[in-house]
């Protein structure tokens, strides 16, 4: 797979593994994208832990103007598959330290 990084805003937490993103693709062209992040499975809604992924993820994103996601495919729902980098670090890696999201099986 062909992967591409883009520089990105955060739109709003969708839950504790999935972001939505405003990601700029060119100059004056952007695209507002689902983002599932890599490599990691929080709990669905109304499953325990759910509220703790979720803001343990809202805290990660806390003061991030940019950041970068990077996109080599899309899943069966056309969200994409990313692995997104902010200040702090690369957010599959910071969530899975949390322990509030297990490893993607």
């Known amino acids: 797979a062909r992967c591409i990084t883009y520089p990105a805003r955060l739109l709003h937490i969708v839950d ?32 325990e832990g759910y509220q703790a992924a979720f803001e343990a993820l809202r805290d990660l994103f806390a003061g991030e103007e940019e950041f970068t996601v990077t996109v080599c495919w899309h899943d069966k729902y056309g969200r994409w598959i990313g692995e997104v980098v902010v200040k702090k670090g690369n957010v599959s890696d910071l969530m899975l330290k949390t322990g509030t999201v297990k490893p993607y099986r």
């Open 16 to 47: 504790g593994d999935t972001v939505s993103v405003m990601a700029f693709l060119d100059q004056d062209i952007y695209a507002v994208k689902a983002v599932r992040l890599a490599r990691i499975d929080a709990p669905e809604a109304r499953q």
